[in-house]
């Protein structure tokens, strides 16, 4: 303990009583400086320095990484039982006699027969016992067996392996990257970014990524969407039913002011003339409407906030009617008047006027 590193704890974070969002993903707080120390500590150990100047021995037991023949596995194995101290081999000498007992075919777990000849009950026998009976059976192993203790028992993995293990990390090659956005509009801007470049990138350059967020609400989206979809379909009945009913009220217009049609076309007004005042007056109507409505909406934001805030205590999530989608309103309804009121005022255009001016 005494040449570890030593930190200093400079506070304790504590949520305040009115705070809104207080998760904190661990228990230790610290900045990107002791990150950066840690890594260079680490990469600057003794232990590091001796695996780098040697890429094919393991410096913690002196063995290659990766053998080229048998006779080098050997001779590994060898070395590898004979450096082991009392304990250690009366540990493997346990466990590689348990593994024979726990197999009906012995020779397949990669332990001889031999090896089994005469023996005692292990349980019983002490640790020095263990490691002369492990010795003595050094003394002439058969080549086999010296081989399938290497690979169960021995194998020494590889470079990486060692490197990762004692925690050394390149800062010019990280192994992820963790993008956070204030919005999902931005979340969704960089997938596609990312999707747009791993259309044109090759396949061992492409970027592989995890949208946490999207994953958590891929479920929730799926209802919202079905939601959204039923309530779209409501909405374009509604829609379709006031335009037809615009059609019918501008018609009903029609028959009453046939006389009205009469003398604005004996006074010199063309069909064009008479079909402007009915559209004239649809656009009016449309925008009248629009307007109300958006308006109501608007004022209704204010105790629907009210309630959602009141229910859900959280200030964060509010009902809005955006501007954009506010003037879109209007000339949706604007459009939905006139084509409805278009027919009946093509209707009215046509109008003999000398049948409309008898007309009651």
């Known amino acids: 303990m005494d040449n570890a590193i030593k930190l200093k704890i400079t506070g304790v974070v504590r949520p305040k009583e009115d705070a809104k969002n207080a998760s904190i993903t661990s228990a230790i707080g610290y900045t990107k400086a002791l990150t950066d120390y840690i890594i260079e500590y680490t990469d600057n150990s003794e232990v590091v320095k001796a695996q780098k100047e040697s890429s094919t021995i393991n410096v913690l037991n002196g063995m290659e990484f990766s053998p080229s023949s048998d006779d080098e596995k050997i001779a590994d194995a060898k070395k590898y039982l004979e450096g082991l101290g009392v304990s250690d081999k009366a540990n493997l000498f346990k466990t590689m006699m348990y593994s024979m007992q726990s197999t009906s075919n012995v020779e397949d777990e990669g332990i001889s027969t031999s090896m089994q000849a005469g023996t005692p009950d292990i349980s019983t026998m002490s640790e020095e016992q263990l490691a002369a009976m492990l010795d003595e ?13 290497y690979d169960a028992y021995i194998s020494t993995g590889s470079y990486d392996d060692n490197m990762t293990t004692f925690g050394v990390v390149s800062l010019d090659a990280p192994s992820s990257i963790s993008i956070y956005t204030d919005s999902f509009e931005n979340k969704e801007a960089i997938s596609d970014c990312i999707e747009d470049y791993n259309s044109t990138a090759n396949e061992e350059d492409q970027i592989s990524y995890t949208d946490y967020i999207g994953i958590l609400l891929s479920s929730i989206t799926t209802i919202i969407d079905v939601i959204s979809y039923v309530l779209i379909a409501f909405v374009a009945v509604s829609l379709i039913v006031s335009s037809i009913m615009i059609g019918i009220i501008t018609f009903i217009s029609v028959m009453e002011r046939t006389k009205e049609i009469g003398i604005l076309r004996a006074i010199g007004a063309s069909k064009h003339n008479i079909s402007q005042v009915f559209n004239a007056e649809t656009f009016i109507i449309g925008l009248c409407s629009g307007l ?12 629907i906030n009210s309630i959602i805030h009141s229910v859900l205590n959280l200030d964060t999530i509010n009902a809005s009617l955006p501007l954009s989608s506010a003037i879109g309103l209007i000339i949706l309804s604007m459009i939905l008047t006139i084509i409805g009121g278009f027919v009946p005022a093509k209707k009215a255009a046509k109008k003999d006027p000398v049948t409309a001016l008898r007309t009651e």
């Open 292 to 303: 109300l409505g958006v308006g109501i909406s608007a004022l209704l934001l204010i105790p």
């Open 137 to 149: 059976y050094l003394k002439s192993p058969d080549d086999d067996t010296l081989l399938k203790i």
